[in-house]
């Protein structure tokens, strides 16, 4: 076996790159360690051209592995794994949409680079994925323009994880509590001084194991193809381009005028249909990037901080629903409804990372064909919806209220019904219309909204609102959510090389200024969550019992909770380890369940007065059951009748009598000792019972 290895420092921690002929078939590979953590990366390109296509055929898989994590995952019927879980997806997306844009994108070979866990750490496993598809990529012989580096910073209220090269930034993911935009431009630039680290080792790696790249270079086009451009196509362009309306139509409506001319012509048949879409398509990149620049016009003719219009709707869907919210932006159309259920309906994660782990808190997406005016599959979700649910739902974490103040399992479900740019942010908007509809009482309402940036001849502008056009062809998706108070969550996705810092620290200050007009109308609409959660939605009551309880109040194989769950029909019952327990329920099943469970797990003392039913006699006294726990028995002994002496206690008492009692005493073996007499010194006399010279027991005998 050959070995040759390469270590850096980051952070504190060795990052070592093996190189092995363990996977000597593939283009190139890496096995990267950083501190406990281990991944293989592979890239391979085919030999064959796809012709039949016109997009750039990337693939990238990240494999997770359980014995990584030193576990045997899967079913009790299937130990392996099975479908990617969503942290695998969205793992795997940030390696691509760093990768992706450095590709020449006119290649129409299919690549692959594939994630493989080893072994999982404390280390966070996407930026050592990324930083090892980089290195796999970079010693190929796949056209690639890289290398990239990728680090992961944690402050103290927010998550970075920045991927970049050459001092700009190329694909970030934010997570954070409010925090406001400085302090996320610094942790841009803290990771961009770490990036140069990691990007010089990678390059003296390069220089000794590079291979020679594949020719990458841009086949050219018969004479004909500019000739009919410039002819008819040419002065089409800008107002296609151009032309005050929202949306890519007349994109559309050129590039189909374009594609059925070109065919019209001889010397062009022979040409692929993929081949001449990508001509008119970088025409029309072009155009798009100069007008803004030179002639300071965008698509739909707003100025370039300008908002589209907005709407705002906070329930009024239904009532079955638990709360919904409607918002607009623009072309973009987001409904979304909230689900309340109890503790119990949290979902089980169950992962590489993650083991039996309770998540409490969801938001799912769903993109149907028809948003975008197109047909298509339904059913399933891919890795897009995937990935925009987890940005809206990274987007609106910061302002769930902690399950202590709110133990609800809270689900939103974004339906997006029509896309024109950024339908994530329109979850994220919608959903706090939703959630606030609900009662539910979140920190702050959140809003979010995408920026974009055209480049030409080395200058740029910003964008704010970017859609159809602007998304497609534009530098950046820059997705910043936030409150009044600060930034909860940024995504960015590029189709440059890299970003530099000032232009997103730029967008940072403008994405912070549409939000606030955003929120203004959000609360316009409604300016609080409402003081009550939907009847519908089940009630939560919430106790805690001493951890020794648990088990009474279980019963041996469940026997007691499960009783009590038939008797008072409550939807569920959950014990933590702690003794917290919460009931769930409707119609007061609720405080029926929690009025049972109290008497079980109650601890009786001196003085006080309960019903008793004898429960048994015995010739000393009878036993008197008070409440339902298994401690809930006492004895009156026959001298706590009567304040006179009676006869045998068989004259007074029988099984299934019940009568009031008070708690006399409890012992120092925990028996409690109960009195009629203290509670009612005439119940006796009341009986018809007279004082007897029979001499009955007059003093108590130990108990069994």
């Not at 007691?560 to 099943?589: A, H, L, P």
């Amino acid at each position: 076996m050959k070995t040759k290895s390469y270590s850096l420092e980051v952070g504190g921690k060795q990052m070592v790159a093996e190189f092995t002929d363990l996977a000597e078939q593939a283009n190139g590979s890496v096995i990267l360690r950083y501190g406990d953590t281990a991944v293989l990366a592979t890239a391979v390109m085919s030999g064959r051209t796809r012709d039949d296509i016109d997009y750039f055929p990337l693939t990238v898989d990240y494999e997770e592995r359980f014995y990584a994590a030193g576990t045997i995952g899967g079913s009790r019927f299937m130990r392996r794994e099975g479908r990617p879980s969503d942290a695998a997806i969205l793992s795997g997306r940030i390696v691509d949409r760093t990768i992706r844009p450095l590709f020449p994108q006119h290649i129409r070979n299919e690549v692959q680079v594939v994630i493989t866990m080893l072994a999982l750490g404390d280390e966070k496993p996407a930026t050592i994925a990324v930083n090892a598809a980089s290195i796999a990529l970079a010693v190929s012989d796949i056209p690639w323009n890289g290398p990239v580096a990728a680090v992961h910073l944690v402050e103290k209220n927010f998550d970075l994880v920045a991927c970049g090269k050459d001092g700009t930034i190329n694909m970030i993911e934010v997570g954070a509590q409010q925090v406001d935009e400085a302090t996320i431009a610094n942790g841009f630039a803290k990771s961009v001084e770490e990036h140069n680290k990691i990007l010089a080792w990678q390059k003296q790696i390069i220089a000794e194991l590079g291979k020679p790249k594949r020719d990458a270079t841009k086949p050219e086009l018969p004479a004909e193809v500019a000739q009919l451009f410039e002819a008819e196509f040419a002065a089409k362009v800008t107002p296609a381009v151009f032309c005050g309306i929202a949306g890519k139509d007349e994109i559309h409506h050129l590039t189909d005028a374009w594609m059925a001319r070109a065919k019209e012509i001889e010397t062009l048949k022979d040409i692929k249909s993929g081949v001449l879409k990508r001509f008119i398509e970088d025409k029309v990149d072009e155009e798009i990037h100069r007008g803004a620049i030179e002639d300071n016009k965008r698509a739909d003719n707003r100025p370039f901080d300008q908002l589209r219009p907005l709407f705002a709707k906070a329930g009024g869907v239904s009532p079955v629903l638990h709360g919904s919210g409607i918002f607009y932006r623009g072309g973009t159309h987001v409904f979304t409804a909230l689900t309340l259920g109890g503790p119990g309906d949290s979902q089980v994660i169950d992962t590489m990372e993650e083991h039996d782990g309770k998540k409490r808190f969801m938001h799912h997406y769903n993109f149907p064909p028809y948003s975008a005016g197109e047909t298509g599959r339904m059913g399933g979700v891919n890795r897009r919806a995937t990935g925009h649910g987890a940005l809206a739902e990274k987007a609106l974490a910061a302002v769930i209220p902690d399950a202590v103040d709110f133990p609800y399992t809270i689900r939103l479900v974004s339906e997006c019904l029509a896309s024109n740019g950024s339908t994530s942010m329109g979850s994220a908007c919608a959903s706090t219309l939703a959630l606030m509809d609900g009662g539910v009482p979140i920190k702050a309402p959140v809003a979010g909204i995408a920026m974009g940036v055209m480049t030409h001849n080395g200058k740029h502008k910003v964008m704010t609102d970017i859609q159809g056009p602007e998304d497609e062809f534009g530098g950046m998706d820059f997705k910043v959510a936030g409150t009044r108070n600060g930034v909860t969550a940024i995504q960015l996705d590029i189709k440059l090389d890299g970003i530099p810092l000032e232009v997103l620290t730029e967008a940072l200050q403008g994405a912070k200024v549409a939000r606030a007009q955003i929120l203004d109308v959000i609360e316009k609409e409604i300016g609080a969550p409402r003081a009550t959660i939907s009847p519908r939605a089940p009630e939560i009551l919430t106790m805690r019992v001493k951890p020794d309880q648990i088990g009474m109040v279980i019963g041996g194989g469940g026997k007691t909770i499960n009783g009590i769950k038939d008797v008072c029909q409550v939807d569920d019952i959950t014990i933590e380890d702690d003794g917290s327990i919460f009931i769930t329920g409707k119609n007061g099943s609720a405080q029926k369940a929690k009025v049972m469970i109290e008497a079980i797990v109650k601890e009786y003392k001196a003085g006080e007065v309960y019903d008793g039913e004898v429960t048994r006699m015995m010739d000393f006294g009878a036993f008197m059951r008070v409440g339902v726990g298994k401690d809930a028995e006492g004895l009156v002994h026959v001298s706590e009748v009567a304040p006179f002496r009676i006869d045998k206690i068989g004259t007074a008492l029988k099984v299934g009598d019940k009568v009031r009692v008070m708690i006399k005493e409890i012992d120092d073996k925990g028996r409690i000792n109960l009195s009629i007499k203290a509670v009612d010194p005439e119940w006796a006399t009341k009986k018809g019972l007279t004082p007897s010279t029979n001499a009955g027991p007059t003093s108590r005998p130990p108990r069994s």
